[in-house]
């Protein structure tokens, strides 16, 4: 069970849209629809804001919008704001009731 | 809407074993809708999924952490604890449990986390 892969690192200017990619294999991503993506602030704990793709909990901005394609998972962020600049990490069932993450991916904004 | 807050020691030493609990506040742990789970992160790193339990007793783990960890239930108190054995410098990390939607498997409420640093 291998962690999943997210780019270290996104940047944008406000009003920008962007894009963290999230890949994974046949065996997790590729196989279910439980993906999700957290945002974490510093020294803060994770807060849940897609799960199953691309729904989001009530209360999460519409900015925020989750996708997938074959293996890889992402999530955009649109409109950007300077709020937005935190820690994001993906997770996906991975079959046999397991649960895999990302590395996480820090996102500034410009 | 439910509270989740952990307990524990900060420091444990190399070889012996972490003790956490959680305790849930504002909704009951034998729900049939959530699993309840434990999630770690080593200081500056990404996050880990340890484990998952359901109110019957019923425990999942990480396949990588499975020889060393008990995950347990007191339906009674509303707690859920985490046991992990023969702790090394590697195990040091904020430690956190969360509320995880039986369904779609995401955690939906997370406690505020525990750093417990593993040294002589």
């Known amino acids: 069970q291998s962690a999943l892969t997210q780019p270290a690192s996104v940047s944008g200017s406000p009003g920008q849209s962007i894009t963290i990619s999230c890949t994974g294999a046949?065996?997790?991503?590729?196989?279910?629809?439980?993906v999700s993506w957290y945002q974490q602030y510093p020294g803060k704990a994770p807060k849940l804001i897609i799960y199953?793709?691309?729904k989001r909990p009530s209360g999460v901005s519409n900015r925020f919008s989750g996708s997938k394609s074959g293996n890889t998972a992402s999530l955009t962020i649109s409109g950007l704001q300077a709020e937005d600049e935190s820690d994001y990490y993906c997770?996906?069932?991975?079959?046999?009731?397991?649960?895999?993450f990302g590395g996480g991916t820090k996102v500034t904004v410009l | 809407q439910v509270q989740l807050q952990e307990s524990g020691p900060g420091l444990v030493k190399p070889s012996e074993t972490l003790s956490l609990i959680c305790t849930v506040s504002?909704?009951?742990?034998?729900?049939?809708?959530?699993?309840w789970g434990w999630i770690r992160q080593p200081p500056g790193k990404g996050l880990e999924w340890i484990g998952s339990m359901f109110y019957s007793g019923h425990t999942d783990y990480n396949p990588s952490l499975k020889s060393r960890v008990t995950i347990s239930v007191d339906t009674s108190k509303n707690q859920f604890s985490l046991k992990l054995s023969s702790m090394t410098t590697t195990d040091t990390a904020v430690y956190y449990c969360?509320?995880?939607?039986?369904?779609?498997?995401?955690?939906?409420?997370w406690g505020q986390g525990t750093l417990v640093t593993v040294s002589s």
């Open positions: 199953e793709g691309s």
């Open positions: 997770c996906s069932y991975a079959g046999s009731s397991t649960l895999v």
């Open positions: 046949s065996s997790d991503v590729g196989s279910y629809p439980l």
């Open positions: 969360a509320r995880q939607k039986w369904s779609t498997r995401d955690f939906d409420s």
């Open positions: 504002g909704g009951s742990i034998s729900s049939s809708s959530y699993y």
